[in-house]
Each structure stands twice: as structure tokens, then as C-alpha cells.
């Protein structure tokens, strides 16, 4: 391949008719497949040292590229301020000082260097002798040139080839997007790490907090089997629903945590950090109900504040939704959602509040009633996964002298059944408070309710209670008197639990603990994160959005066809990411673009987040988490978000990666 030497090129550039700036920016070197020098067209290979001339001859001509492929010169003395004015140039509202400048933006940044049409057009009007600098060769002679022109200028350049442009751009972005895959796999997340939202020592740690259900103990799938099944039949025995309700089985791949539920339209459904819907996720019954339904019962797709939970997820005080933050609630979500189907299907006129509140009911009952403790106390086995690292995280706790305390809502029997399953007969000598059936989240704000010491059998004690004393258990009792027991105040107590209101709320809004949420379906979203074929539809995802974002100038209706064919593959593979954790819902943490509101309530009320317990043993207790500094919006990201960002737009991406 014929190669342009650095003479010909600085000829071509330097000329009377070229205005002086003060820099260069010049990234987009790579995509130039040739280079009109003069009469003739030479093609430039850069892999062959074509590249250094050009940077050179585009030096002295003192080009700027700045931002979006903008090509701007500055006369000596003049400040463009976006105006256009008397002897300036433009493409699309961009100003030029030379003609010379215009051409030369013509030629490489805004037809893309690629349109052999027009280059044998110029040729033709060259050969011709028409309408050039007498010494630059360009057409369109400047205003200030010192030189005459030959003659008059010629008809306009073609238009350019705008199909051909962005296409070419979509298949550059596509290929350097391929290119960057194995880069991400090599640093991959590690499911067993701890999260941070705020930045917290272990070593100024004294006191370490924990509740019990899916924090000290976890639960096996038939757990929810359970309590769906249990609810179900209080629902049919004492709440008179019909008995064909029992054909609807207990699925655990419908829900996940997080989601709201719009009680007055009986309506179940995911809502980002802005409070609004994502579409394609709202579901009456077990079928989803279409976005234009949505979008017109709602009058678009925001829930005002005064229709969203309260500050616990509850549908109270004139609020219409309801938000399932416990794990619990799983069960729940799928039985409200399987009752609506029945009556939807069998034309069965009902109202929907009554229905959440008995299914609300039954749900309870299952807990109240002792249905879940009996049975789970009845078959250890079957329902607590036996955690050995429990047992492993408390003793190295222990070891290095801190001070623990369990605050449970769950039954003294239940809960000393199941630690001595999982840790062992001698479980409250690692404990130096015990606290059952606490009642939380009014144990953190009602100062009314006293302590009352449990004894061996069971039975309440009417002792007035002067201490808290290491392996007795206590139950009910309130967060102010424990404090004044105890001393244990401030950012020297770390408390875990999965409920993120009622564990965790209270205690960093008014309290100043410290907080850890465990979240059990960290891991396993982790795990699909980590894969290829997610990496790929992710990396492509966002690098499409930054072409969409980029290309969105252009407003010719053969672009916009173009823009709109994108746009359905966006949407296309936004339902793709979603399908990779929940058909139904996607993620816990993100609707298609942003946090959802569950992931914006944590990171409000937990300090650190982790999938289990276990994940301690992974660090030591004086390690500090740092949490990473992701950029605002109107900050400059890092190198590694912009690859896939677009912040520095997809013509430089492949620069990018050979910087990286």
C-alpha cells in the first residue's frame, strides 16, 4: 500500500489559508483509510509509519479536535462563543475560522474519509483547475488567503454518505467491544468479598451485633414451600378463599426481594431509586401487564411519594404500595400473586385490598401460630443448612476478644435449637447478650417495654432486670435500655441483618451503630456476572448506549432510521440482561439502567454489605473497606468505565485500549 510522505502531507496542509490554535487532539488517525494530497488520492496505511507524518504535518498546522469529533480552529485574537459571525464556517452549528479548516473537516472527521464518490468528484473538479487556494489545493478559497483565487468556487460537496458512516462506526464499536471481553475476564468479582458503601475499620470495631433468621442461620429451599403451603390452607380454612386455590404451587423462580406492591390495584411490580416502574416488570397475577396499561393507569410510569411505602416498606398512613424487603416475603409475594390469577381467571369480581390483607394475615399466622417453628424444630435437617462457618466466624471473633450480642425476633426455643444445630451445645458462652422475641423495629424505638429475663424451661421471670448477664436470655426489652445496660454506643457497634428497615434503619439513622446487610442473593448474581456470555451482552449494552448517545446529532430521517434500528437491539438486550437472574424481575439491584429503589435503600442504611457471614473469614479484623469511588455524572470517570461509558465516545475506543 502506497504510503503519503511526510513533504506531501505537510504541503497540503500548510497553507496561507490555515488559522492558528492552541492544540492538538488528534485520535481519530486510525479510522483514515486515505489522504488527498493535491490532485491525487493516496491511500495511508498507519501500520506502515504514515501515522507519525500526518501527526507531524497536523502539528504545524496547528489543528484542534476537541470532544465529539468537533474540528475547531481559532484565528490569533479571536474567542469563538458558539455565535456564528461574519467570515466564519460551519457543519452543524460547529464554527471554522478558514475555509481551508472546513474542507478538512469535510475530508476525514465528518464524511469519515470513506466516500469515493465525492473524492472522484473533487478529483474531476481538480483535474479541471476549478475552484481551489491557488496554494492549498482546497477548494473554497479563504477569505484572508493572500493569494488570489483561480476562479470562483464550484456547486457544493455531495451530502454525506450518512448510512455508510454509522454503520461503519457500529461495526468499529462492535469489534473493539469483542476485543475487550478477555480484559474483563481476567478480573472478575469474587462472590465471597464484602462490599462497601461507607468506608469502616475493623479495628475500631468493639462490639459485634447479629440477628438470627438469614444472618446466623440460613434456611433450605423447603422453608417457603412451607410457609406458602401453610398460608395457602389458613387462607381456605379460616378465611373462607376457595379451595381451588390449592392447584397453584409454591414457585420459587417468580419473585425476589425488593419488589412493591400496589395494594388498591392489586399489582405487583419493580420501581427503581426515582420511583419509577420498569416497564415490562409489572405483573397482575402470574401475567404481565402491558406497558401502555401501565403507562395509563399511572399516567406515565413515576409513583408520586405520597403513593410509595412508608419509611419501613409499609402501605400505611394512605400509601398504596407495599414493599417486600424480608426474605421472608418471597412466599408471600407468590401467594398474592397466585390468589389474583385464580380470581382473574374465573371472572371472579373481588377486592383486591381485602385480598392483600388476609393473604398479609395468613403470612403471619404462619409465624404467630408457632406453623414454621414446629415444623422447622420438628426436622432440623430438612430446613437449616448446617453452617459449620458460622461456628468459625464466632470463635475468631471471640479469639480476638470483641463482645457479641444476638437481638432476634424469633422464640427462645426455636433460636436455642437451631444455634446448637449449627453451632453447638455451648453456643451462649460466645454471646454476651441474648435477646428473643425483640419485636424489631419497635425494639429500636418504643422506651416503654422493659426486659424480662427467660429461664431454662421457658417461662417468664418477673425479676426487674439491673444487668444484662453473658448466657441468659432475655426477651422484648427496647434499644434505650440496652444501651443504658450495656454502654454500647456509637461507631464501636457493628450490627448484621438481612431485613434492611427493620434491622438496620433505625440503628444508622439514630443511633450511629454501624451496619452490615447480608444479602444471600449477592452470591449467586455475582456468579452469573462473572460469566462470558453476560460480560458480552453487558460490555455491548453499554457501548451501544454511548453510540446511541454519540450519533443522536444526526437528525436526517436516513440516520434516524438507523438510530431507531439500535434502539430496538437495545431494548432487545435490555430484556436479555434481565432474563439472566429473573424472567419475571431481572436483578435485586438494578432495573434495566438504574438502582432499584431496593439497592438504594441499602445503600442508605448498611455501612457493608456481603452474601453471608462468612465472607468475614476472608479478612482481617483490623482490615479497613474502602468503597470505590465511582464517578459522579459530571465527573471524569476512570480509565476502565471509559471504555464501555461512551464518555470518551466510540471513535476513540480503540486508542483507549492501546493506552490501557
Not at 89 to 118: C, R, V
Not at 427 to 444: E, M, S, T
Not at 505 to 530: C, F, Q, V, Y
Request: proline letters at 4%.
Amino acid at each position: 500500500m502506497a504510503v503519503v510522505n511526510t513533504t506531501d502531507a505537510k504541503g497540503f496542509l500548510q497553507s496561507p489559508c490555515t488559522s492558528s490554535s492552541d492544540g492538538l487532539d488528534a485520535g481519530n488517525l486510525h479510522l483514515f483509510e486515505d489522504f488527498n494530497v493535491g490532485d491525487e488520492v493516496i491511500p495511508v496505511d498507519v501500520k506502515d509509519g504514515a501515522e507519525a507524518a500526518l501527526m507531524e504535518a497536523l502539528k504545524e498546522m496547528q489543528v484542534m479536535l476537541i470532544g465529539d469529533s468537533r474540528l475547531e480552529t481559532v484565528q490569533e485574537g479571536t474567542q469563538y462563543n458558539g455565535a456564528l459571525s461574519k467570515n466564519e464556517y460551519h457543519i452543524d452549528g460547529t464554527p471554522f475560522s478558514s475555509e481551508a479548516t472546513l474542507a478538512l473537516w469535510k475530508e476525514f472527521f465528518y464524511n469519515g474519509g470513506h466516500q469515493a464518490e465525492g473524492r472522484a468528484a473533487r478529483g474531476q473538479g481538480q483535474a479541471e483547475g476549478a475552484g481551489r487556494c491557488c496554494c492549498c489545493s482546497v477548494f473554497l478559497a479563504h477569505p484572508h488567503c493572500t493569494v488570489a483565487p483561480q476562479q470562483q468556487p464550484p456547486s457544493p460537496a455531495p451530502a454525506p454518505d450518512m448510512k455508510r458512516y454509522l454503520w461503519a462506526r457500529y461495526k468499529e464499536a462492535k469489534k473493539v467491544t469483542k476485543e475487550l471481553v478477555p480484559s474483563i475476564m481476567n478480573n472478575l468479582l469474587n462472590p465471597d468479598a464484602i462490599f462497601s458503601n461507607n468506608e469502616m475499620s475493623l479495628s475500631d470495631i468493639e462490639i459485634y451485633g447479629f440477628d438470627y433468621d438469614y444472618t446466623l442461620v440460613f434456611y433450605s429451599k423447603h422453608l417457603h414451600t412451607l410457609i406458602y403451603n401453610a398460608a395457602r390452607d389458613l387462607l381456605i380454612n379460616e378465611h373462607r378463599y376457595p379451595a381451588e386455590i390449592r392447584k397453584y404451587d409454591y414457585d420459587p423462580n417468580f419473585a425476589i426481594r425488593g419488589l412493591h406492591y400496589d395494594v388498591h390495584r392489586a399489582l405487583l411490580m419493580k420501581i427503581d431509586a426515582f420511583h419509577y416502574i420498569q416497564l415490562g416488570t409489572v405483573y397482575r397475577g402470574l401475567s404481565v401487564v402491558p406497558d401502555e396499561e401501565v403507562i395509563a393507569m399511572y399516567d406515565g410510569s413515576h409513583v408520586p411519594l405520597e403513593q410509595m411505602s412508608d419509611f419501613y416498606g409499609k402501605s400505611s398512613h394512605g400509601s398504596t404500595m407495599k414493599q417486600f424487603m424480608d426474605i421472608f416475603s418471597l412466599p408471600e409475594m407468590t401467594l398474592l400473586s397466585c390468589v389474583n390469577e385464580y380470581f382473574l381467571k374465573n371472572n371472579i369480581d373481588y377486592e383486591p385490598v381485602h385480598l392483600y390483607k388476609d393473604v398479609k394475615d395468613s403470612i403471619r399466622d404462619v409465624h404467630i401460630k408457632g406453623i414454621m417453628y414446629q415444623a422447622i424444630e420438628a426436622d432440623i435437617e430438612k430446613y437449616i443448612c448446617y453452617a459449620e462457618q458460622t461456628r468459625a466466624v464466632l470463635g475468631k471473633l471471640a479469639d480476638h476478644g470483641k463482645k457479641m450480642f444476638l437481638i432476634t425476633n424469633s422464640p427462645s426455643s426455636f433460636v436455642d435449637k437451631g444455634m446448637k444445630f449449627i453451632v453447638g451445645k455451648d453456643w451462649r458462652d460466645l454471646f454476651d447478650v441474648v435477646i428473643v422475641q425483640a419485636d424489631k423495629p419497635n425494639f429500636f424505638n418504643d422506651k416503654r417495654r422493659p426486659f424480662r429475663k427467660v429461664n431454662e424451661r421457658g417461662v417468664l421471670l418477673w425479676d426487674k432486670i439491673h444487668k444484662l448477664q453473658k448466657g441468659q436470655i432475655y426477651k422484648q426489652g427496647n434499644l434505650y435500655e440496652f444501651l443504658k445496660l450495656t454502654g454500647w454506643r456509637g461507631s464501636k457497634v457493628l450490627y448484621f441483618g438481612d431485613h434492611i428497615y427493620s434491622d438496620l434503619a433505625d440503628l444508622t439513622l439514630k443511633h450511629g451503630w454501624r451496619t452490615g446487610a447480608i444479602i444471600p442473593e449477592l452470591r449467586s448474581e455475582i456468579k452469573i456476572m462473572n460469566t462470558e456470555q453476560y460480560i458480552q451482552t453487558m460490555t455491548w449494552l453499554q457501548t451501544l448506549t454511548g453510540l446511541l448517545e454519540h450519533m443522536q446529532v444526526h437528525r436526517d430521517p436516513e440516520s434516524q432510521m438507523i438510530l431507531q434500528e439500535w434502539k430496538k437491539e437495545r431494548k432487545e438486550m435490555r430484556e436479555m440482561t434481565r432474563n439472566f437472574f429473573n424472567s419475571q424481575f431481572g436483578s435485586l439491584f438494578r432495573t434495566d439502567q438504574n438502582p432499584t429503589y431496593f439497592l438504594r435503600r441499602l445503600s442508605r442504611f448498611a455501612d457493608i454489605y456481603m452474601a453471608s457471614l462468612s465472607c468475614l473469614l476472608n479478612y482481617d479484623p483490623d482490615y479497613t473497606f474502602y468503597p470505590r469511588r465511582t464517578p459522579l455524572q459530571h465527573e471524569l470517570p476512570t480509565w476502565s468505565d471509559q471504555l464501555c461509558t461512551g464518555t470518551f465516545r466510540i471513535p476513540f475506543l480503540q486508542e483507549m485500549v492501546q493506552i490501557k
